[in-house]
């Protein structure tokens, strides 16, 4: 980017190369990306490597992208969430039982997940079991005949 264009790579361009490399399963690239940059890794740069590993089973490699996490965000508890379920892939117990306690004596906390629709122009919010919308029986229900209707087309084929 410099030699050809004179532009300075910024934290953005190397999280999509990351990104990138990981989903690809170039994890040596990826890594050498990751010690070559001008900066520090951020969340966005672990993130990417350690979804990557998860899709291409390196969980020595996501272990290592989740320790990273965790020392961003030690409260986090997504992060550590993630950190100990690749130690109970890699059989690593006691590990599971370390994470899990320190995220309960820091109280840690976790951001549920978020979803947007737009209907009519109008933007509607949602977030994991949440179930203060008015409309929310209907949606559930709109969601069962939808999942219910997939699972009988799977069945005929």
Same mark, same amino acid.
Not at 3 to 31: N, S, T
Not at 68 to 90: K, M, S
Not at 104 to 109: A, C, H, I, L, T
Not at 111 to 137: M, R, T
């Given at each position: ?15 999509? *190369?990351?990104?990138?490399? /990981?989903?690809? &399963?170039?994890? #040596? %690239?990826?890594?050498? !990306? ?48 993630? *950190?100990?379920?690749?130690? /109970?892939?890699? &059989?690593?117990? #006691? %590990?599971?039982?370390? !994470? ?58």
């Amino acid at each position: 980017m410099i030699q050809e264009y004179g532009i300075e790579p910024q934290i953005e361009h190397y999280g999509c *190369l990351i990104d990138l490399l /990981g989903r690809a &399963g170039r994890f #040596d %690239e990826a890594m050498e !990306v990751v010690k070559g940059m001008s900066m520090e890794p951020d969340e966005v740069v672990w993130g990417s490597l350690l979804n990557g590993c998860k899709v291409h089973g390196r969980n020595d490699l996501a272990e290592f992208a989740a320790k990273n996490l965790v020392e961003f965000d030690p409260h986090n508890g997504g992060y550590g969430t993630v *950190l100990a379920n690749i130690y /109970g892939e890699l &059989g690593k117990w #006691d %590990e599971v039982r370390n !994470v899990w306690r320190t995220l309960k004596q820091q109280k840690s906390y976790k951001i549920p997940g978020c979803s947007w629709i737009e209907v009519d122009d109008q933007v509607h919010q949602f977030y994991s079991l949440d179930k203060s919308n008015p409309k929310i029986e209907e949606i559930y229900n709109i969601l069962e005949s939808l999942v219910g209707s997939r699972n009988k087309v799977m069945v005929e084929f």
